[in-house]
């Protein structure tokens, strides 16, 4: 099975509930930031993503929020579904080839 | 639409062996990078490339070597492989630097 994450921070939530995920991030230069959802023995997906210029982005039962001021991130999943299970993680880049990775929360979706 | 593909999906090693981790993208994108996935640890670069015949080092490339002689291709060499180097390994690429980074699914490395 997957030995990563063993001791990553979990977020347990009841279906059909509202999931959010916390990032602090590091660089104040950073102007680009994704976040990731990992299932096990999977890579990482692609999620959503935002650009310094913005405060908020919507997609698809997922909104990115981004507070420059504090250096944080929030990934808000509406109405939790089972096969949201996984970890999500941060990345952030300041538009080079550098990304900083984020170790992750677990999200657990209970039945 | 296979996206990026990593083989082997799973390896064991004796110390001192080598090996090569391969590593396939259709999406014609001229950035590709390899990471090492570890315990507690966010994602480590160990070696990427800005496109065909270019390689550079990331954060952490000793002990490692990388070769992108087709754009679609970006290989990861392990010439004398150590036990520190057992990990989960994951390539991936992106179209530019500040655009969405495409992952494989890994490959996992165990160093006996």
């Known amino acids: 099975g997957e030995s990563v994450g063993l001791h990553l921070p979990t977020l347990s939530v009841q279906e059909g509930d509202n999931s959010i995920i916390n990032c602090a991030y590091s660089?104040?230069?950073?102007?680009?930031f994704i976040w990731y959802k990992q299932e096990s023995g999977k890579g990482p997906q692609f999620i959503i993503d935002?650009?310094?210029?913005?405060d908020k982005r919507q997609g698809q039962r997922v909104t990115v929020l981004l507070n420059k001021t504090v250096k944080h991130l929030s990934l808000q999943i509406a109405a939790t579904q089972p096969g949201d299970s996984a970890v999500y993680f941060c990345a952030e880049t300041s538009g080079t080839y550098k990304y900083i990775f984020g170790t992750g929360t677990r999200l657990k979706v209970l039945a | 639409n296979a996206g990026v593909t990593q083989t082997p999906k799973f390896r064991v090693l004796k110390t001192g062996q080598s090996m090569t981790l391969l590593c396939a993208q259709d999406m014609n994108h001229e950035y590709m990078y390899w990471y090492r996935q570890d315990p507690g640890m966010g994602l480590r670069l160990i070696h990427y490339?800005?496109?065909?015949?270019?390689?550079a080092k990331g954060e952490v490339p000793d002990g490692y070597n990388v070769s992108r002689l087709k754009k679609q291709n970006f290989l990861l060499g392990l010439e004398s492989a150590a036990p520190s180097q057992t990990s989960v390994y994951f390539c991936a690429s992106s179209l530019d630097s500040g655009q969405p980074q495409h992952f494989g699914d890994g490959t996992r490395l165990s160093i006996l």
């Open positions: 935002i650009r310094s210029n913005m």
């Open positions: 660089n104040s230069a950073s102007d680009y």
């Open positions: 490339s800005v496109g065909e015949g270019t390689t």
